[in-house]
């Protein structure tokens, strides 16, 4: 199989953003962005989706406020993820995951489908989370749907009932990304091309 590694570098007016991923990885994480929590967070995605990700990210976020950096984060690792799978010959395509922390469980549904879509839901009831180190849940939004937009993936999540600690409604999300895109980017040994009956995902 050949090696499922690649490189991003994207440098704009408001960020300097360079991701290096090994989707067959082992787990390891080098994540140095302004961002802490989300740091955290990412380590967390890759240990659990066993990818090597090296994240470094610069950005107007004492000027301006953390969306700009946080959004491009979300485009460079889609953008990766993408580079790395290629044609995706032999993908599972479909994975998904339920992770529970304290009260709050994730679920996250993902097809690798060539198709973008987001759709992040809440379950009610919950209480809504406090921003925390200047991150909020919305941010998390907005990190996923330019994911899901640049690596061509329909993204669903479920996570509630939330509480005030936005560290405990973030992690399963993560945790449950992980484990999710860890399943749908496994080679299955049967699948001799591409997951799709129309012979391609663009």
Do not use: W
């Not at 490189?7 to 787990?27: A, P, Q, Y």
């Not at 560290?167 to 993560?174: G, I, N």
């Amino acid at each position: 199989m050949n090696k499922r590694i690649a490189t991003i570098k994207r440098k704009t007016t408001e960020t300097d953003i360079r991701v290096t991923l090994n989707i067959d990885g082992t787990g390891k994480a080098k994540i140095k962005t302004p961002l802490k929590l989300l740091n955290h967070m990412l380590e967390l995605f890759a240990f659990h989706g066993l990818f090597d990700l090296d994240i470094s990210a610069t950005g107007d976020f004492k000027e301006v406020d953390i969306h700009h950096t946080n959004e491009d984060i979300g485009i460079v690792l889609g953008q990766a993820f993408k580079k790395a799978l290629a044609h995706k010959r032999g993908i599972k395509r479909f994975g998904s995951s339920s992770v529970p922390m304290e009260e709050v469980v994730a679920n996250v549904v993902i097809d690798i489908s060539g198709r973008a879509f987001f759709k992040f839901n809440q379950v009610p009831g919950g209480q809504p989370p406090q921003m925390q180190d200047g991150y909020a849940l919305k941010d998390l939004e907005h990190l996923l749907e330019s994911l899901a937009t640049h690596l061509g993936m329909n993204l669903n999540i479920t996570v509630g009932p939330t509480n005030k600690d936005l560290h405990t409604c973030l992690e399963p999300v993560f945790k449950a990304l992980g484990l999710a895109l860890r399943q749908a980017t496994q080679i299955d040994p049967r699948r001799k091309g591409v997951p799709s009956t129309k012979g391609v995902i663009d």
